[in-house]
């Protein structure tokens, strides 16, 4: 999970330039594709300041979402995958691409076939981030269950308005070699399912941009589930709230904004 800062504006707003991201970590990090890139803009959010692009790629066992809010500057990214990749490369792809420094990037990298308990407790979420971040992001694993295909395109159809999420997309469900996966794009970010049809393990991904109530999608699974194991991950809190302003944006854009309101005026 990758949140980068004080993006270049008109990279986060461009369609080619998420196309290629998507395509170059597949290849450059030797990553599994079980289809192209599929990229949605969302140019109609409560606030201006939330329209973006979404975007995703289904991935053996795993996928890649890159979540971008042009004018707050920010990127998310998530690369959930069934083996093992260059952590270094991910990131200096991403921070090519999208011209953010190392310094306002945040990073956090876990395993999810067993509760990651080397994490800092400074990126667990308990409730009380929610001045200072983005949202929270649910990873969760139920084992010893059985799902099928149809099953889980129910529940991508279904889940949106049962835990007060915006789907802006019809569930997208394909079969891999070993895995029945599904993904749905929701206005605060996505929501994705990775069914391992061997292990018969499910693996259940929901990161949201906006706060949330966390117990409403746990309480989903334990109603649909039983057991299951899990952890709350904080999003977004790295990010300035305050809006660039003329000086601000001057500094980003150089000597061009300077020409422009020249000529505005």
Known sequence: MIDGYRGNENRLDDMRTVNSVLCD??????????MPPFLLPYYYAKESDDDGISAFTILE???????TFPRRGCVFVDLLYDGYFDEDKLKSLLRDAFSYEVASE??????????????????????????????????????DTEVGFEQIF??????????????????????????LSGIVLIAQSHIAFH????????????????DYKVSNFTEYLA?????FEHMTLIRGSKYD???????????????WANMKEKEDR
């Open 25 to 34: 970590l597949v290849a450059e990090l030797n990553l599994g594709s079980a």
């Open 106 to 143: 945040r990073s956090c990298r876990t395993e999810r076939r067993f509760l990651d308990t080397t994490i800092d407790t400074d990126k667990i979420w308990d409730g009380r981030q929610r001045a200072i971040a983005f949202g929270p992001h649910i990873i969760a694993r139920v084992e």
């Open 61 to 67: 066992g795993g996928h890649i979402t890159i979540h």
């Open 195 to 210: 069914y391992c049809v061997k292990e018969k393990t499910l693996f259940c991904d929901l990161f949201s941009c906006s």
């Open 223 to 227: 109603d649909k589930f039983g057991k």
């Open 154 to 179: 129910d529940m991508l159809d279904r889940l949106p308005p049962q835990i007060g999420m915006i789907p802006i997309c019809r569930p997208y469900v394909l079969k891999t070699k070993e895995f």
């Open 241 to 255: 709230r305050v809006k660039y302003g003329r000086e601000q944006k001057i500094k980003r854009l150089g000597k």
